[in-house]
């Protein structure tokens, strides 16, 4: 059976001559790996819309292993961001932890849509010709979040991670990663092995966001720059946790 899913190409293995794997995000079967035959050729006439960092409508046959590509449309190839080598290493890089990410679990339905429609965002942002940095790593870490969150890996961050009581208002939290917030009564009385990570009010507020709404909202929030720092400290420690392995944001 042959089918159609819009995508956006995150990575590409050349494999026996003239062939590739391609792995890629979809809008309705998330993350997914397909295989282009004869597609390193040079009359081949599939290689242009297959290329990472582009967005594509990929027709698909049903395979026994993989499903393999029988036609392309290109919907972006956003070329603002394949002129510029740093921005090409940092989506490449971004993409592979999505891609770590993901490698043992599926992601329901309404979640592939959700991280489609994020990434394609996420991309054209990256793509115009003068991008708000801070802006571009508000998104960056809303979407790592809401993956994590997704994963059912979310730190505790509406209750106390050990006694489940509703965290009181407070200027600063203590948070051990990957648990969550634990609350200053149970850090008077339970052992605590892992490392404390004392954030402030504002912080929790910005995962809270990223916990419960989608990347347009989280867009919207402003955070200075120590903020922006503050929560790219939590990702590396939350994603090296889930990931066994030290990431680099």
Known sequence: MIYKTKAIIISSTEVKEFDRFYGIISADHGKKQIIAKGVRKVTAKLACGLEPITYSEIFLAEGRSFDRVTGVIIHNQFNGI???LAKIKEVRKFFKIIDWLLIEKSLEEK???ELFESLIFYLKLVDKEKTDNLKLLVVKFAILW???HWLGF??????CANCSEKLKEQNFYQMILPSGIVCEKCLKTVRINSQIQKINKE???I???YNQKNI???FKLKISPQQCNDIRRLTIVAISHILGRRVDL
């Open 111 to 113: 979640e592939n849509k």
């Open 207 to 209: 995962l809270r966001v």
């Open 82 to 84: 394949k002129k510029d």
């Open 146 to 148: 809401r993956i994590i």
């Open 154 to 159: 979310q730190p505790q961050i509406f209750c």
């Open 203 to 205: 912080i929790v507020k």
């Open 216 to 218: 347009k909202i989280a």
